[in-house]
Nanobody
Framework: QVQLVESGGGLVQAGGSLRLSCTASGRTLSFYAMGWFRQAPGKEREFVADISAWTGGSAVYGPSVKGRFTISRDNAKNTVYLQMNSLKPEDTAVYYC??????????WGQGTQGTVSS
């Protein structure tokens, strides 16, 4: 099992940026594809982005963040990042990272709150 800890959330004005980190312990992340999700109050959890294992040469983004967010990984630091630019109030949510397995995503972190003010 992988223990994932998200960090980097905070309060930012619309148009600003945040960089989220997801750091793992227990296992090396390099073997796994990783994903970011978010959940706003009263809404279902939403897919944000995922990145392929190893070199992270392939990434997929949700339609609401494509072109504004970038997922990346640093295997030496056992960390996956989510760079969020041009933030909008509707990006306000708790952001979670998860490990992608053969049956879906698991080993969810506790989440980090990102709040965008208008």
């Amino acid at each position: 099992q992988v223990q994932l800890v998200e960090s980097g959330g905070g309060l930012v004005q619309a148009g600003g940026s945040l960089r989220l980190s997801c750091t793992a312990s227990g296992r090396t992340l390099s073997f796994y594809a990783m994903g970011w999700f978010r959940q706003a109050p009263g809404k279902e959890r939403e897919f944000v982005a995922d990145i392929s294992a190893w070199t992270g040469g392939s990434a997929v983004y949700g339609p609401s963040v494509k072109g504004r967010f970038t997922i990346s990984r640093d295997n030496a630091k056992n960390t996956v990042y989510l760079q969020m630019n041009s933030l909008k109030p509707e990006d306000t949510a708790v952001y979670y990272c998860a490990r992608k397995g053969v049956t879906g995503y698991g080993d969810w972190g506790q989440g980090t709150q990102g709040t965008v003010s208008s």
